[in-house]
């Protein structure tokens, strides 16, 4: 699935030597059958190969819902990193106007 997902042979590569490759090639692809758009499909396999690299998925023991939760809350910090920056940044743009296209003169 990560073949035909990814263009690009380094991303391809990425997702393939991640940990838990085919369980994750295997539910991606899931994902794909059940109707989700390519851009949809692509960020779910990105995400969950941060989430299988942030986890200890070594050997055959059950990954804790705890543990999930902690890679959660690591992921939703730095997101709210990005938001809060984008936020300020849109905050500073509220008197900018933009008279497109300029005008003639």
Not at 61 to 89: F, I
Request: glycine content about 4%; aromatic content about 8%.
């Amino acid at each position: 699935m990560f073949e035909n997902l990814f263009r690009y042979s380094r991303v391809v590569a990425r997702h393939l030597d991640g940990p838990a490759a085919e369980e994750r090639d295997r539910f991606v692809a899931h994902f794909a059958a059940s109707g989700a758009t390519r851009d949809s499909v692509s960020n779910l396999a990105s995400e969950i190969l941060v989430i299988a690299r942030r986890l200890d998925i070594s050997g055959t023991r059950a990954v804790t819902p705890g543990e999930v939760a902690s890679v959660d809350q690591e992921m939703l910090k730095h997101g709210m990193v990005m938001y809060d920056a984008m936020y300020a940044w849109r905050q500073s743009c509220q008197t900018e106007t933009h008279n497109w296209p300029p005008q003639s003169t």
